[in-house]
């Protein structure tokens, strides 16, 4: 099972950005499917997670408004659309799959991607 993230570049405060990640696997047999991300000198952050049916979704507080989750089972791929991004947005971003359920503010995934460098500018 392999992710790629991809999608990630640099733009300026208030822009947008697609995140898409793709899976070599089927992602409608996979459980969560998630956004993490991390920031130089700060732990690893939950972004984002959705479900499989792709019904149910979270959001860190810190994103919440401004990021939306999706998935698209058919064509194993998942995807996070960033707008209003801040500077405090930058960081590298990761997608992650796990097998089974659990609470979707879970940290705990099988499977990760290499990430994608977001970075945001003043």
């Known amino acids: 099972v392999q992710l790629q993230a991809s999608g990630g570049g640099l733009v300026q405060a208030g822009g947008s950005l697609r995140l898409s990640c793709a899976a070599s696997?089927?992602?409608?047999?996979?459980?969560?499917m998630g956004w993490f991300r991390q920031a130089p000198g700060k732990e690893r952050e939950l972004v984002g997670a959705?479900?499989?049916?792709?019904?149910?979704?979270y959001y860190a507080d810190s994103v919440n408004g401004r990021f939306t989750i999706s998935r698209d089972n058919a064509k194993n791929m998942m995807y996070l659309e960033m707008n209003s991004l801040k500077p405090e947005d930058t960081a590298v971003y990761y997608c992650?799959?796990?097998?089974?359920?659990?609470?979707?503010?879970?940290?705990?995934?099988?499977?990760w991607g290499q990430g994608t460098q977001v970075t945001v500018s003043s």
């Open positions: 696997g089927r992602t409608s047999s996979w459980s969560t």
């Open positions: 959705i479900s499989q049916s792709g019904f149910n979704t």
């Open positions: 992650a799959a796990r097998r089974y359920y659990q609470d979707l503010r879970s940290y705990d995934y099988d499977y």
